[in-house]
């Protein structure tokens, strides 16, 4: 269902082409940020609608308490902490407890207020305190307390018998234990919003290079490659890759410290990333082959010519000379092109920079050679 007008709930930006879902909620979202909520709405579809958190606890709160549930240690030191390691990653961001005593911890860290006595609060059987600790397994939590004074405990906050506002900010525990700060239910609104804003000042920026195309973002690198950066349910929650005839193999991308940065930032890095392929390919080796391998691997189109010379040399030598090049590599190549086998030791890189001279001197245009000879003069 498209709307005509009206404004974006991810990016608070004006739009004419508006959609609605209605996923954990009733959305009405851009063609920019269309696709990156459905998959992070999708994600968190086992999430139920009433955990969610309070809108009076501020989000700067919430940072704090989630900060708590990282620092959060257990009675079996190291071993336990590699286990909570291991969850995050297998692609779960659970911030929960995984034994009684981090319960206890996770419980002081969301700063209940003081509990009624036990004679204001009403009896609860061991059938009630089953089926409200019921709930949390069905929603995500890894581990129920075994201890009884801590599970009635854990059932009269569920239950708001120790107040509604010790229930709500207990719930927002259980909702940051469960949802990764970048997905949309946990967004920081306005830093969210001002991602995805600035990943579509990007986009814009660059023209017919960069487009939003059915919930994915088409990117035209500097060598000509054609990339594409689609949703996907899985950390880093994005795929890149290249439109080659009609296939699109997929290219390892990870981003560098991405928990620290809000995640429209990470997609707009990545498109100014792909935009100078030539440059980035540099850096990074699962890019490179895409860029400076074969022509069989660059482009779906044989009759593609490669202008640039620094390609052309990388796929004459295997690597650019003054980079990752092994003189003894060049060496032997150069020596079998003429037919010799090198038997003898030899200055292997007063060699290379034979050859490097030699490459600096044919990626030179004629005006600068002969500057450089009557110097030499």
């Known amino acids: 269902m498209a709307a005509n007008q009206g404004i974006c709930d991810s990016c608070d930006s004006p739009s004419e082409d508006l959609k609605q879902i209605r996923r954990g909620g009733r959305f009405t979202l851009c063609g920019c940020c269309t696709g990156w909520v459905r998959v992070s709405l999708r994600r968190t579809r086992r999430v139920p609608a009433w955990i969610r958190p309070d809108s009076r606890i501020s989000v700067e709160d919430r940072n704090e308490m989630r900060e708590r549930f990282l620092q959060m ?27 009684d005593r981090a319960w206890g911890f ?113 990117v035209t690198g500097s060598s000509g ?36 940065v809000v995640f429209g930032d990470i997609l707009a890095g990545l498109v100014l990333a792909l935009y100078d392929d030539q440059m980035s390919a540099r850096h990074i080796d699962t890019l490179a082959r895409h860029v400076f391998g074969p022509r069989t691997v660059r482009h779906a189109n044989p009759g593609v010519r490669n202008v640039n ?3 052309l040399w990388r796929r004459a030598l295997g690597n650019m ?45 004629l005006e600068d050679w002969s500057i450089e000879e009557e110097e030499e003069e």
């Open 73 to 99: 240690r257990d009675s079996q030191g190291g071993g336990r902490w590699a286990e909570r390691r291991m969850i995050f990653e297998l692609g779960f961001p659970y911030l929960g407890p995984l034994n």
């Open 106 to 218: 996770a419980l002081t860290a969301m700063q209940l207020q003081e509990f009624p006595s036990n004679g204001s609060v009403p009896f609860l059987p061991d059938e009630v305190i089953n089926e409200e600790l019921a709930k949390l397994e069905e929603v995500g939590v890894m581990h129920l307390p075994s201890n009884p004074m801590m599970r009635k405990q854990i059932a009269h906050l569920l239950r708001g018998d120790f107040g509604l506002a010790n229930k709500r900010r207990f719930i927002t525990g259980l909702f940051l234990w469960l949802v990764g700060e970048d997905e949309f239910l946990a967004r920081d609104p306005a830093a969210w919003a001002r991602s995805f804003r600035f990943l579509q000042e990007v986009g814009n920026d660059l023209g017919d290079r960069a487009a939003f195309v059915d919930e994915y973002i088409r």
């Open 225 to 260: 490659n054609v990339y594409r950066i689609r949703p996907r349910p899985h950390p880093p929650y994005y795929i890149v890759s290249r439109e080659v005839g009609d296939q699109h193999p997929p290219i390892c991308i990870d981003p560098v410290s991405a928990h620290t």
């Open 309 to 311: 010379i620094e390609n």
């Open 321 to 365: 000379p003054g980079e990752a090049g092994d003189p003894r590599r060049l060496y032997r190549r150069w020596r079998r092109a003429r037919g010799e086998v090198p038997d003898e030791p030899v200055d292997h890189r007063a060699l290379f920079e034979q050859w490097r001279r030699v490459i600096d001197r044919f990626q030179t245009n």
